[in-house]
């Protein structure tokens, strides 16, 4: 089928700019779009428009999850691009919105190609990727995977303890239908989700990598519950400081993960009752864990278990450990990726220690992913950067890989 060519669309710096101001924060430089708040709906209005404007068909899923489709959304073998537009707190601008952005830019360089459409073509937008508020990771695409029930969702709370369903309702999203999506996930023939690379893993002649396979990973949440005191009044010995089981398991988290090659980061702390003059009477540290197999992850964790366990005896801190999130290892589609690979003159594979949507989706459909060089390799910071040049050669590669799945 050949595309009608809608009014002239925004091009790619102009989507840019659109997007740049939604969810920055003055003061640090770095976004804060999640899940269901304010700046996440203005993401969310963007990609409707962006669809609406190219005549593409809009539809918002039963997750949460937003689509844009050229030709039928019911048809089967659809090739499907996109990633995610949420954030982490005061993260870049780069990680998700440069997928969705960049698809949106690759199907208008489709048209101007005058390419034939031989399978439908969906651009998406996964919903609270980042999991920034909730805790869990990818909640869209994890939802529609079956990997997330409807009832360990509702279970979810923010830092106010907002239940996820009531963040969707206030947001205007009923959340009574989230769930298990497989009838939508098997009409899907392959998902390419482009990204910004967040390693150095790419070299000055290389603008564009692919994906080949994502380290298991997942989210750890210690309790470390001690005896709320007076810091001016309690002799030392007669205190129960979780501060000092936290701190000592964060030392042993650093040095397991250093020990197994793997990675280990709490990044997240919330303090009760969080006064300077109060001797802490619960202490809550998550902890993120990667490593290069499940085996090497598991034996990780199970040490810096078992260090927090031995110090909290010592302090007189109880200690529990809650696992909130898990992605077991990603190998990504090697027929898929090899194809890719092929349709982009032998691109570099690597591999990535970074969850994605993608990760989830391939699971259940053929996935690929390229990734765009990022020279400082820093993510997950206001300091996350490419260059245009490189998000162009990104947009164009994207357009080559969807050209040759969806075109023949
Ligand atoms: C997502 O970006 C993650 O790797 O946590
Ligand atoms: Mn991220
Ligand atoms: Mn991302």
Avoid at 154 to 163: P, Q
Avoid at 279 to 308: C, F, K, M, N, P
Wanted: charged share 25%.
């Amino acid at each position: 089928m050949t595309l009608p060519f809608a009014a002239r669309p925004a091009g790619f710096e102009e989507m840019w700019a659109e997007l740049l101001p939604v969810g920055r924060s003055a003061s640090s430089g770095g976004y804060r779009r999640h899940a269901w708040n304010a700046a996440d709906a203005e993401c969310r209005a963007w990609f409707e428009e962006q669809a609406r404007s190219r005549g593409l068909a809009y539809e918002l899923d039963r997750n949460g999850n937003q689509w844009a489709w050229l030709g039928d959304p019911q048809g089967q073998g659809a090739i499907v691009t996109g990633s995610h537009l949420d954030s982490v707190p005061d993260g870049g601008a780069f990680d998700g919105p440069l997928g969705v952005v960049s698809s949106f830019a690759a199907l208008d360089e489709l048209r101007a190609r005058g390419a034939e459409f031989s399978k439908p073509l969906a651009i998406v937008n996964f919903g609270d990727e980042e999991g920034a508020r909730f805790g869990v990771a990818c909640v869209g695409s994890r939802l529609s995977a079956g990997l997330l029930t409807q009832e360990q969702a509702y279970e979810l709370r923010d830092a106010n303890g907002l239940r996820l369903p009531d963040a969707m309702e206030r947001a205007g999203q009923d959340p009574s239908a989230i769930g298990a999506d497989a009838e939508r996930l098997a009409r899907i023939g392959a998902f390419v989700e482009l990204h910004v690379e967040q390693g150095r893993y790419l070299d000055e002649d290389q603008p564009v990598g692919v994906a080949g396979a994502i380290w298991p990973h997942g989210r750890w949440r210690f309790d470390f519950h001690g005896e709320a005191n007076h810091a001016g009044t309690t002799r030392l010995v007669d205190r129960h400081d979780p501060m000092l089981t936290y701190a000592t398991t964060v030392l042993a988290a650093r040095k397991k993960a250093r020990q197994a090659g793997a990675l280990a980061t709490f990044g997240k702390i919330a303090v009760e009752p969080n006064g300077t003059n109060a001797i802490a009477s619960l202490v809550r540290g998550w902890l993120d864990s990667r490593a290069a197999d499940e085996a090497t992850l598991a034996a990780v964790v199970e040490q810096i278990h078992q260090a927090a366990a031995e110090r909290g005896e010592r302090d007189g801190v109880k200690v529990e450990l809650v696992r909130e999130s898990y992605t077991p290892v990603v190998d990504f589609d090697v027929p898929l990726r090899d194809r890719l690979v092929a349709a982009l003159g032998g691109a570099p594979v690597l591999p990535t220690g970074a969850g994605h949507d993608a990760g989830i989706l391939a699971s259940a459909v053929p996935t690929a992913m390229l990734f765009v060089r990022n020279p400082s390799g820093v993510s997950h910071s206001p300091a996350e950067h490419a260059e245009v040049a490189d998000c162009l050669a990104g947009v164009a590669a994207l357009a080559d890989v969807l050209e040759d799945l969806a075109c023949q």
